[in-house]
DNA sequence: AGAATGAATTAGACACGTCTAAAGAAAAGG
DNA sequence: CCTTTTCTTTAGACGTGTCTAATTCATTCT
């Protein structure tokens, strides 16, 4: 009922329940920035409203109700993501902030008239899922973040998890973007990883912590992408 | 900074305020649907907020900085309900509650894209002017609401001030849009007005409190109007 | 196992926005 | 002008969402 702020932590909880773990309170209230009691005090809430089950000391994880809630909230979010890019301009560093506010405020016909003008898309403007209509999430199996991939390697972007602006507007810069064919130039011990856009030339090093939000799929010069322009392989 | 209801109550108040009189906090709670004791705080808080004038048993009027709020919300607002019916699909009538929750929720930047997109409107679906981006509203001085005309004059709609879904669908049913060409049958006595609607030739009554809510100006055949296939008088 | 450490919870507070019940001020009516 | 009515305010309460300080539980280390 109190629709916002439930919203919200039930996004955090479901970032965080990778698998079916136990989501600690202290993960939670580290994610959401707030303090502890106010988690404490949240889970109980939640809990008596049948969003989480939770027990005191034990976590919490999300209930069908929680869950479904949380990607409904998704589906708004990554809609609107898209939405903003196609429709209103946006650049793909700007959407974030401006859909995790509408998210939680868009009525079920506005999402549904937003999934319909733009083609009920199955991607947002990062490359993440967006959730069907009945909450189906289609996760990308064959993709892997660039830094598991060797030197040499030549891969496709297909996903970028990172929502600061200065990364992806840096991103942009150096010519990262969906669809985008890398090389993987050198993966140093220290954590730091070198990378090749095939279209620009452009060479670049990224820390790997920037690199694991990158998510890519070998390239595969017979499979049906839309970049024909980087099908001769250096 | 609570915006969301601070902003709520401004508009309130901005519509009440008809001129520079007192508006009173029986008023503001009737509009907002709330008890008087709960208008007696917020008037508080606002008045200890700048954001109106108000000392105990004097009423409220808005500060400019109250004022301010109030025509930006009302602007978004207003944005918002054009953007939904022009990109969206929606009819007039489904526009206003939708808009009523997001104009607290949009940032400047979504206000100027969606102002862009719309080719800087100054009318809203239901014909209101739209506060400019630096909130200077443009009054139609030439329209009156239909109940003030004479039998058999000639009219064209140029606002509806009525929210009501019911009230906008039978409208929209009658032929009765921004821009038709209406026909005053009959004001009878006992507060009821028949029109006909020049397009479809439709006739039909209404309270006089729903047509004291349509607006319009006085039909001159030599006027730049885009109803061009009303130009034949009857 | 007992002690130290760290995580989680309880206790108590506060601002917001709302309510009901009661008291006080202003306006209207005789 | 005094009384009655109506409007407004005060008093006290509650749920939400947050905080700090203190306590309790769980785990880890010697």
């Known amino acids: 009922m109190v629709i916002p702020k439930v919203e919200d932590y ?3 909880i479901h970032r965080l329940q990778d698998r079916d773990t136990q989501v600690a309170p202290s993960a939670i209230a580290t994610a959401m920035g707030v303090q502890p009691p106010t988690v404490t005090a949240m889970l109980k ?3 008596d409203d049948g969003f989480v089950d939770y027990e005191r000391y034990q976590g919490a994880r999300l ?3 929680g869950e479904k809630l949380a990607l409904e909230t998704l589906r708004h979010h990554r809609l609107l993501e898209l939405f903003l890019t196609e429709q209103l301009g946006y650049d793909w560093s700007e959407v974030h902030d401006e859909a995790d506010v509408l998210e939680h405020y868009i009525s079920e016909k506005l999402e549904a008239r937003i999934a319909a003008l733009l083609g009920f ?3 947002d403007p990062h490359g993440a899922p967006i959730p069907t209509v009945d909450l189906k999430v289609r996760h990308d199996a ?4 660039v830094d598991q991939f060797d030197e040499g390697s030549l891969v496709v972007v297909s996903e970028v998890r990172d929502n600061s ?3 992806l507007d840096y991103l942009t810069e150096v010519g990262v973007r969906l669809g985008a064919l890398l090389k993987v ?3 140093a011990p220290f954590g730091m990883i070198t990378l090749k856009v ?3 030339d452009d060479q670049f090093s990224l820390p790997s912590e920037t690199a694991s939000s990158i998510f890519v799929t070998q390239f595969d010069a017979t499979s049906t992408s839309e970049s024909g322009q980087f099908s001769e392989v250096h």
Chains 1, 2 share one sequence.
Do not use: A, N, W, Y
């Open 142 to 145: 064959g993709q892997q973040s």
């Open 121 to 123: 898309p199955t991607v």
């Open 45 to 47: 809430r939640m809990h």
């Open 165 to 167: 602006p200065d990364v």
């Open 10 to 12: 039930l996004k955090t």
């Open 198 to 200: 095939r279209e620009t």
């Open 63 to 65: 209930t069908t109700r």
């Open 185 to 187: 130039i050198e993966v």
